[in-house]
């Protein structure tokens, strides 16, 4: 594992996108940028983190967006209008002179029986994108005119196993992403991004907690829904150098106990457990109140804590063997992720002074928004 050279260092800024200046006339442009500009000045920045279980986003500007990383087809909806709700998220985007495509994101997916279950290992094209320019959608401050002169800086993640290989072709492709895109029934905007950074998940920890690095050896695991991203990081002089042999991801996560939750629901009930309600079922359990089903009271908690346990266990045997004898060197180690909050208890016990950090669920956001 090796990163590339600068990668913790500022880039330059770019101006407006060459897509926009072909959309607008000089005139045009300077108008609507006065009547912009005082909410989207020259530096509005996006960072999306899209993981395998959920997606988060934040800007510049404070927005803050995270959605489970699921996607369904759009269905015809009778009642919605009447019960005055809407289906939160539906995207609807078009490329120019394409068809308009419609799919739902997020939880409104997730409740679908259609759903295309969660990213799998190679997080499909077109998903990745969707769940993107829906991110992207949501964080834009709505300026009231169509659409959005200024396109926004990203900074995205990749899982570390597959950083090398995949970063160059990512930026690439997101570099020249461009669709109008329109999020539960809002205003139609263009989305596309003036200039793109790909980092390894895990960095955006290290990234966004720099300023209070101490010099020598710093950790960081990210416990997500099916991967954890580890590092090992030299700290000197408040910079960190990654140590490139120390640093990796393995599928290991909070799906370990979600599937042990869910085998006992099935043994309770005699019913698989749904997708939608595999959140619900793991708060109940971790807060050890038991689930209703069929007028029924299902306790999972006996299931709940020894996955937890073996899941911290797996995860803590697999990072320090990765750092080897540098591990009881180790000054400070990051807890991050969602599966941080659930870990954290042992995980701070099983690795070198361990800490979880502030808003663990948005800390690879906070540091890629912070090298933007
Ligand atoms: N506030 C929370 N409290 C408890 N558990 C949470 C919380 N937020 C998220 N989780 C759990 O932690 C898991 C991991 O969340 P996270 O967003 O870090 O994963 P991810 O980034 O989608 O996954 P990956 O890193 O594997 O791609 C979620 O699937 C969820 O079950
Ligand atoms: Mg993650």
């Known amino acids: 594992m090796s990163f590339g050279k600068g990668f913790f260092g500022k880039r330059s800024t770019t ?15 300077e108008k609507k940028e006065r009547k912009i500009l005082p909410m989207i000045n020259e530096s509005f920045k996006i960072a999306i983190d899209i993981g395998y279980g959920q997606v988060k986003g934040l800007s510049s500007l404070g927005g803050r967006v995270c959605f489970p990383s699921v996607s369904a087809p759009a269905p015809v909806d009778p009642l919605g209008e009447a019960f005055g709700t809407r289906t939160s998220h539906l995207t609807a985007v078009r490329v120019p002179e394409g068809p308009k495509v419609e799919r739902l994101v997020g939880e409104a997916a997730l409740r679908s029986l259609a759903a295309t279950s ?33 396109s926004p800086k990203l900074s995205v993640g990749l899982p570390l196993a597959y950083y090398r290989a995949q970063k160059g072709d990512l930026k690439k492709r997101l570099s020249g992403l461009a669709a109008y895109v329109s ?3 809002g205003p139609e905007r263009w989305v596309s991004f003036a200039g793109v950074i790909v980092l390894p998940q895990g960095a955006g920890v290290a990234l966004a907690e720099a300023g209070s690095l101490p010099d020598g050896l710093v950790g960081v695991v990210d416990v997500g829904t099916y991967t954890t991203d580890y590092l090992l990081l030299e ?12 640093c990796g991801s393995v599928e ?10 869910a085998e006992a629901f099935q043994a309770a009930t005699g019913a698989p457990l749904p997708a939608w309600a595999e959140k619900r079922a793991l708060e109940k359990a971790a807060r050890g109140e038991t689930l209703k089903f069929s007028g029924r009271d299902v306790d999972l908690t006996a299931a709940f804590r020894p996955a937890v346990r073996d899941a911290a266990a797996g995860i803590a045997q697999r990072v320090l063997a990765a750092w080897g004898n540098r591990a009881p ?11 941080a909050i659930l870990l954290q208890d042992y995980l701070e016990k099983a ?14 956001c906070r540091g890629y928004l912070a090298v933007l």
């Open 15 to 29: 101006n407006l996108s060459k897509i926009e200046t072909t959309f607008y006339s000089k005139r045009i442009v």
């Open 118 to 150: 969660t990213l799998t290992r190679e997080k499909p094209v077109d998903l990745h994108d969707l769940f993107l320019v829906t991110a992207a959608y949501l964080l834009s401050p709505d300026t009231g005119v169509p659409p959005t002169v200024r």
């Open 183 to 185: 999020v539960d029934g």
């Open 235 to 246: 700290v000197s002089g408040g910079r960190p150098m990654p140590l490139a042999d120390a």
């Open 252 to 261: 290991m996560g909070v799906h370990l106990i979600t599937r042990a939750v």
């Open 329 to 339: 060197f180790v000054e400070l180690t990051l807890l991050a992720g969602g599966g």
């Open 351 to 364: 690795l070198p002074c361990a800490r979880i950090v502030e808003d663990p669920v948005f800390a690879n």
